[in-house]
């Protein structure tokens, strides 16, 4: 004890024997050994827990990354779906997407002009549309007028030129409906194509109701106006 | 006289992930310590045990909440155990004068009933002083531990220390000098 130079020498010999405490019970030390150790092992983390949080912050960014490429493939995909539409034909899977961007486009256009404007080139399109199916030798679906009626809104009875109202009277009108091919005509299922003007004249666009203008877009295109 | 050296700074670390096997070898370590130095205080074996059971509990909720001790844990726990033996006393307020025909009856049996009353007589002298004379008495005289230590436990520097053993000292003996006709 060289720092208990101040220690009274009767007091030391007092204070060791009292230094001397009677020796533990091995029991009890057990014991206390034992709760202390169950103790701990009810506060220590659960592994499972702390697992828990090495997979959260181990795989965090990775998550973040895949949920990211899944949005891109959602509407990066979407999008190219729509692009690659704009080339289907009526009887492929894509078309109704064309038809939708198209009814998008027609409810962004601004002013009466702009969407009568994209209504004329949606006919062009719906006219090289069929065009392209004859070249192929496919039937036209129906849809394909149908979605033009769709697109413009209107299921038409506006008379076209040389018509009357009405698609009853319209396809018994004799100056209306072909009854028989013309000559250096030939027929394609139940149309008429026109070679000469690559025109198609389908007698179930007759019996459907079809819009003013793309009517008048057939019409144009079979007695060859320009 | 046992020199003061940080704990293990190893141990430490894998007693704060609540590894058994770490929290088993400082519960080893330390425990015998503190039952002697709650012994010497407390006069009861029972007690003793359970102010060393609620040292280490209080140890693991500390390092449950991470506010255990960085270093020096020896300290700390002795710290923790005075602080519990403090409080026990101010529930339970030790006797003031030694009653021959009731001596503690934790204090193991001797040869010589004289000789268990001096002992007893040195403890109630002993709990007369103020709890921070009791602590540097014991842990100084009774647990051999330097100054540095012993200002680690009671948390001051280590002249307050010096200070307060000198004090101590000379309180102990004027309490032992009036006890002897």
Redesign the interface.
């Given at each position: 004890m060289n720092e208990n130079h101040d220690l009274d020498p009767q007091l030391e010999k007092e204070l060791a024997r009292v230094r001397e405490v009677p020796a533990r019970d091995p029991n009890a030390a057990a014991r206390g050994r034992a709760r202390f150790l169950a103790e701990a092992s009810v506060m220590r983390p659960k592994p499972v827990e702390r697992k828990r949080q090495v997979f959260i912050k181990r795989y965090a960014w990775q998550a973040a990354l895949a949920t990211m490429v899944v949005l891109v493939l959602v509407f990066g995909g979407g999008a190219g779906a729509a692009l690659a539409a704009q080339d289907d034909l009526p009887n492929q899977p894509l078309y109704p997407v064309k038809l939708i961007t198209e009814d998008v486009r027609l409810n962004l256009a601004s002013g009466s002009q702009a969407k009568i404007d994209l209504l004329l080139q949606f006919v062009d399109v719906r006219i090289d549309e069929m065009n392209q199916l004859v070249v192929l030798e496919s039937d036209i679906p129906v849809k394909t007028t149908d979605a033009h009626t769709h697109t413009t809104g209107r299921t038409d009875t506006e008379p076209g030129p040389g018509r009357r109202r009405g698609r009853r009277n319209f396809a018994s009108d004799p100056t209306n409906a072909p009854s028989a091919p013309p000559p250096g005509k030939r027929r394609h299922g139940g149309s008429w194509i026109i070679p000469q003007s690559d025109a198609i004249w389908s007698g179930r666009c007759i019996h459907r109701p079809v819009s003013g203008l793309f009517r008048n877009a057939l019409y144009r295109e079979r007695d060859g106006w320009s | 006289?046992e020199n003061v050296v940080p704990s293990d700074p190893a141990l430490l670390e894998r007693a704060k992930k609540?590894e058994?096997q770490a929290?088993?070898e400082i519960?080893?370590m330390y425990?015998?310590g503190l039952?002697?130095y709650a012994?010497?205080l407390l006069g009861d074996?029972?007690t003793a045990?359970e102010c060393?059971?609620e040292t280490?509990?209080r140890f693991?909720?500390a390092?449950?909440d991470h506010k255990g001790p960085r270093d020096y844990l020896k300290a700390y726990l002795y710290r923790m155990a005075h602080n519990w033996i403090v409080d026990f006393f101010r529930r339970e307020p030790p006797p003031e004068k030694l009653d021959d025909e009731h001596p503690d009856g934790?204090?193991?049996p001797e040869s010589t009933a004289e000789?268990n009353i001096?002992?007893v007589s040195?403890?109630v002298a002993?709990r007369q002083l103020t709890t921070e004379q009791q602590q540097v008495?014991l842990l100084?005289?009774?647990e051999?531990l330097?100054?540095e230590t012993v200002a680690r436990a009671l948390q001051k520097p280590i002249g307050a220390i010096k200070s307060l053993?000198?004090r101590a000292?000379a309180r102990?003996?004027q309490i032992?000098n009036e006890e002897i006709p």
């Amino acid at each position: 004890m060289n720092e208990n130079h101040d220690l009274d020498p009767q007091l030391e010999k007092e204070l060791a024997r009292v230094r001397e405490v009677p020796a533990r019970d091995p029991n009890a030390a057990a014991r206390g050994r034992a709760r202390f150790l169950a103790e701990a092992s009810v506060m220590r983390p659960k592994p499972v827990e702390r697992k828990r949080q090495v997979f959260i912050k181990r795989y965090a960014w990775q998550a973040a990354l895949a949920t990211m490429v899944v949005l891109v493939l959602v509407f990066g995909g979407g999008a190219g779906a729509a692009l690659a539409a704009q080339d289907d034909l009526p009887n492929q899977p894509l078309y109704p997407v064309k038809l939708i961007t198209e009814d998008v486009r027609l409810n962004l256009a601004s002013g009466s002009q702009a969407k009568i404007d994209l209504l004329l080139q949606f006919v062009d399109v719906r006219i090289d549309e069929m065009n392209q199916l004859v070249v192929l030798e496919s039937d036209i679906p129906v849809k394909t007028t149908d979605a033009h009626t769709h697109t413009t809104g209107r299921t038409d009875t506006e008379p076209g030129p040389g018509r009357r109202r009405g698609r009853r009277n319209f396809a018994s009108d004799p100056t209306n409906a072909p009854s028989a091919p013309p000559p250096g005509k030939r027929r394609h299922g139940g149309s008429w194509i026109i070679p000469q003007s690559d025109a198609i004249w389908s007698g179930r666009c007759i019996h459907r109701p079809v819009s003013g203008l793309f009517r008048n877009a057939l019409y144009r295109e079979r007695d060859g106006w320009s | 006289m046992e020199n003061v050296v940080p704990s293990d700074p190893a141990l430490l670390e894998r007693a704060k992930k609540f590894e058994r096997q770490a929290l088993a070898e400082i519960y080893d370590m330390y425990s015998p310590g503190l039952y002697r130095y709650a012994m010497r205080l407390l006069g009861d074996q029972q007690t003793a045990e359970e102010c060393v059971a609620e040292t280490f509990s209080r140890f693991l909720r500390a390092l449950k909440d991470h506010k255990g001790p960085r270093d020096y844990l020896k300290a700390y726990l002795y710290r923790m155990a005075h602080n519990w033996i403090v409080d026990f006393f101010r529930r339970e307020p030790p006797p003031e004068k030694l009653d021959d025909e009731h001596p503690d009856g934790g204090l193991a049996p001797e040869s010589t009933a004289e000789r268990n009353i001096q002992e007893v007589s040195l403890r109630v002298a002993i709990r007369q002083l103020t709890t921070e004379q009791q602590q540097v008495i014991l842990l100084k005289y009774m647990e051999d531990l330097d100054n540095e230590t012993v200002a680690r436990a009671l948390q001051k520097p280590i002249g307050a220390i010096k200070s307060l053993q000198h004090r101590a000292l000379a309180r102990l003996q004027q309490i032992l000098n009036e006890e002897i006709p």
